[in-house]
T-cell receptor, first 114, second 115 residues
Framework: GEDVEQSLFLSVREGDSSVINCTYTDSSSTYLYWYKQEPGAGLQLLTYIFSNMDMKQDQRLTVLLNKKDKHLSLRIADTQTGDSAIYFCAETPGYGGSQGNLIFGKGTKLSVKP | EAGVTQFPSHSVIEKGQTVTLRCDPISGHDNLYWYRRVMGKEIKFLLHFVKESKQDESGMPNNRFLAERTGGTYSTLKVQPAELEDSGVYFC?????????????FGQGTRLTVV
């Protein structure tokens, strides 16, 4: 079945790097996404990666994809207190649904300590 | 430009009552999606509208849930009668296109508590 797994909590110190990990089960997923949810706000798309890529970098964010192991990670360099939020990993369903028909993990709550 | 707006932000109702959630997508976005997150669990897809038509309603949990999008603009999600397990945060999202590299913009969610 379709399943996306994430650790629930991560705590880092300001200035350190954060690495949030995610595993998924659907090998036919074409896109994988990272969303961020700040307190009281909706989900914000941070970045996405196409399944034929293994890395994508966007400023402080680096996404690594290991398709063989079905493992996705999000690295945040120089983590700031404003990065404190819940980070959701998501994949497109294997039947080729649109970007909105996503399968989400439970979310990783990132706490950044000053 | 206004983002996706949802109303109300919070709702507390008694078991057996009816609640209607509303979502206003970004103007011009034909695609509208409903999701919900039950406490401590994943965000689950409920359904997808393209304009006023239901494209995919495979995630709707049961027939107590009714979604409409008359005129292809705003959408409502009615729960009748509400049960305790319906408590959670209901998110709406919209996108201009269906392509998988097109961003879906999410609203802030409606927190529904059934007591």
């Amino acid at each position: 079945g379709e399943d996306v797994e994430q650790s629930l909590f991560l705590s880092v110190r300001e200035g350190d790097s954060s690495v949030i990990n995610c595993t998924y089960t659907d090998s036919s997923s074409t896109y994988l996404y990272w969303y961020k949810q700040e307190p009281g706000a909706g989900l914000q798309l941070l970045t996405y990666i196409f399944s034929n890529m293994d890395m994508k970098q966007d400023q402080r964010l680096t996404v690594l994809l290991n398709k063989k192991d079905k493992h996705l990670s999000l690295r945040i360099a120089d983590t700031q207190t404003g990065d404190s939020a819940i980070y959701f990993c998501a994949e497109t369903p294997g039947y080729g649904g649109s970007q909105g028909n996503l399968i989400f993990g439970k979310g990783t709550k990132l706490s950044v300590k000053p | 430009e206004a983002g996706v707006t949802q109303f109300p932000s919070h709702s507390v109702i008694e078991k057996g009552q009816t609640v209607t959630l509303r979502c206003d997508p970004i103007s011009g976005h034909d695609n509208l999606y409903w999701y919900r997150r039950v406490m401590g669990k994943e965000i689950k897809f409920l359904l997808h509208f393209v304009k006023e038509s239901k494209q995919d309603e495979s995630g709707m949990p049961n027939n107590r849930f009714l979604a409409e999008r008359t005129g292809g603009t705003y959408s409502t999600l009615k729960v009748q009668p509400a049960e305790l397990e319906d408590s959670g945060v209901y998110f709406c999202a919209s996108s201009q296109y269906r392509a998988m590299n097109t961003e879906a913009f999410f609203g802030q969610g409606t927190r529904l508590t059934v007591v």
